[in-house]
């Protein structure tokens, strides 16, 4: 028989975060570059300060079409020459837009490297933006729109956004945009965008991979000439909650077998004093497989296939949620069990047990977070894009391993608002809407999707 | 690029596949049993994939959910995941901790049954109905896979029903069917365990033969059926779904020939070919030129038995209908069946298959995954390393020879989603209509 005997811990070896430089080229282009030799391959990341919340109002969806379109021809090569370009090279050109940034990415392997890097340069510096394109790429937005419809996750997310911001937030309307914004935008919306925030200065590339930063730097000065000087505009966010109060928002979906459950209010901004403790809070309370809501809703009770509570960290506050599907007879239960989680977090301390549970995953995980040219790139762009120090990296699992019981209850405390909490449910209104009015979370509105 | 690779098996006949790689602190543990759903009897439909959710509920050292938490603190992921011909266990961890994912997946192999119990068994069989209801039953196009299967597989062929199971058969499930099916297929002689990245290969090697030599060989496995079948399935198959779905949506089926065999390679660049990337066929020729499509893919199933399925799958634009976007895949389908391919298009497949399965390599988990898959279907964990030479042989010649044969209307299934009447309105139409 297998041994009742528990192996111990060996000793750790020690592990950094990849190394990286960090410059400004005489373009005024921000490049950051790390070596990483395991695997011939290469990833290139251009993060532009362009994301959704730059789209001005009435044109949301901008930042995202414009993003979608750069790749849709140059003057010299149409969209569909640059894509057979790319790909025959063995690498695809991907780009879009977050909230807070757009970027163009690729990933090759490092034999091929110059001639994709320079062919990347040229798609971003010199895009023509065809109209007809632009309006394939809205129609296309406008098919997903529609397909949302009867994609309960999805619609859920989307009403959930709606219904916790005000409606001049950027964040209560969806990051693509909405039929009626995305419809109306034009091939002269994009070129402005375009020429507004594509700067030298709002512009960061990433070179991730098997290339020195000598070769990395000669490369992207050479791809990269053509740029607009300058920075992009400064932009006020608005990010205030539209209700203060808690509200119950159901979207019908007759005959459903399943209510896709979000729960929460505005979070915390992505560069908080306190992002470390309420990372730990929110591991405990569900951001792990061991997580309290998980282990209640999934293991519990069998409500549901999965639970989880996360934070959306924006550079203002995204939300903050729980979020599931239950089956929906237990949905008004399913409820009460989340309020009841996030209460009790908020007024018992964790248990050491708990606490240790999930500091040490954040700490343990650390590494293999980074194992691939990609995720190494994707966490430098988060450096450069929420502007964290350059010692980020170096000092975040010190940072996790400082947190205490005390630390986290203060984060529950301070940032987790039971009185402020909405909730969207999509599911069927007719079987959940009494037992749901019956819990007290809020006034119940229902609505048709 | 190849990986190291060291094998060897125990006196209880598993298999176990060892490549190191000291460049991060990381160690990933993979396990192979070679069970799916096409070993499930008749009405046990779920079962294999429910029992994986047993897997997780303790074992005889190891309490419920306790195998997760174990993972979990020591800084590690993990998971599990079943497939028609197999099911896979994995974690990737720090690798000082890599000896506890090797005893806790000894412990379940070796001794599951004492922590097996009602309660447990029902409490999961409610998670995997509300994961069928999750990823099945309220998404759009959620009853794909099983659709798809009882199209194209004949009645009783083993790849013909359910992976996650009817609600009626998950229902029935007993604890006297997880004790069965753990002492039939839950043994070393039916497992391959691979592990990859930083560690010592003769320590590992210690640790395993200690953890899982005293686990006991099984006494065999019921033969599945014959599951050979003939190349084409003889005239066009067609089924019509109308399902809560915003979109017209077609899955296109070939049979096409089993993973791993020469022509397999042929059949998966002609699936990049047509529907690989937004410089494939499909999508240039539907979404981006006639504009008729949203979305449009390809991709083939990896069977290993039997026969491989190779699917295209085209996503209506709103204004276009069901019939007329299975006229334009037909379309292009046809072309492609009577024209064949051109060097470039091969080309460009290989280029970005190759660029794929390297950069998937970074992985130690992946690394592991596939060391498993290659042990498990041939015995032979190192055509890992073979991969991107057996892709690089294919010929524009033998990609037309496999178009040629899989390709004709002898050889269709469609699976065409039609959205049920009311789900768009009308004004939504117009709207979407009028800007495209």
Known sequence: MVTALRPKSGQPRSYHFPEFHDETLPSGIRLVTATVTKLPVVTVLVVVDAGSTNDPPGKEGIAALTAGTILEGTERLDGAELTERFELLGTSIESGADWDSSFVKITTLSDRMEEATQLLG???????????????????????????????????????????????????????????????????????????????????????????????????????????????????????????????????????????????????????????????????????????????????????????????????????????????????????????????????????????????????????????????????????????????????????????????????????????????????????????????????????? | MRIPIETFHLDNGLLVTLSEDHTAPIAAVNLWYHVGSANEKAGKTGFAHLFEHMLFQGSAHVKSNEHFELIQRAGGTLNGSTWLERTNYFETVPSNELALALWLEADRMGDLLPAMTQEKLDNQRDVVKNERRWAVDNQPYGTMLEKMQELVFPPSHPFQHSLIGSMEDLSSASLADVAQFFATYYTPDNAVLSIAGDFDSAEARRVVSEYFGPIPRGRGKPPLPLMTLPPAFGSPLREVVHDNVSLPRLFMAFRSPVFGSDEYYAASVASAVLGMRKGSRLHRSLVRERQVAADAGAFTFDLAKGTDILVADVTARPETSPARLEEEVEREIDLIHREGVVDEEVNRAIALIETDLVASLQSAGERADRLSMFATYFGKPELINEQVDRYRVVTKRKVNALISERFGRDNRASLVYVPREGVESESVLAAAAGTG
């Open chain 1, 122 to 449: 040229e798609v971003i510096s010199n895009p023509v933006f065809p109209e007809r394109e632009v309006e394939r790429l809205k129609a296309e937005r406008l098919a997903e729109i529609l397909q949302l419809e009867t994609e309960p996750r999805g619609l859920a997310d989307e009403k959930f956004s709606e219904f916790l911001y005000q409606q001049d937030s950027r964040y209560s309307k969806p990051d693509e945009g909405s039929m009626e914004s995305v419809s109306a935008l034009s091939r002269k919306d994009v070129q402005e965008f375009f020429g507004t925030r594509y700067r030298a200065g709002a512009t960061s590339v990433i070179v991730v991979g098997d290339i020195s930063t000598e070769n990395a730097r000669a490369l992207i000065n050479r791809a990269f000439q053509n740029w607009l000087p300058g920075a992009a505009p400064d932009q006020p966010l608005v990010a205030k909650a539209r209700s203060t109060r808690k509200s119950v928002h159901v979207v019908d979906k007759p005959d459903a077998p399943q209510s896709e459950l979000r729960v929460g209010h505005v979070g915390l901004p992505r560069k908080h004093p306190d992002f470390f403790p309420a990372l730990v809070m929110n591991a405990v309370l569900g951001g792990l497989f061991g997580s309290r809501i998980n282990l209640n809703l999934r293991e519990e009770h069998g409500y549901t296939y999965g639970a989880s509570s996360f934070y959306d960290w924006r550079r203002g506050p995204g939300p903050f949620v729980v979020s599931t599907a239950v089956q929906s007879e237990v949905t008004a239960p399913a409820l009460r069990e989340i309020f009841s989680e996030i209460e009790r977090i908020r007024v018992e301390k964790i248990s050491e047990e708990e606490l240790s549970l999930a500091r040490d995953y954040l700490d343990g995980v650390f590494p293999i977070r980074y194992e691939t040219t990609g995720a190494i790139a994707s966490a430098l762009a988060t450096l450069v894009i929420y502007d964290l120090p350059e010692d980020y990296y170096d000092s975040y699992r010190k940072n996790i391993r400082g947190v205490s019981v005390d630390t986290v209850l203060g984060a529950a405390k301070s940032h987790l608002h039971p009185d402020e909490l909405q909730t969207v449910v999509v599911g069927d209104a007719r079987v959940i809407r009494d037992s749901v009015a019956d819990l007290k979370v809020g006034d119940v509105h229902v609505h048709t999707p």
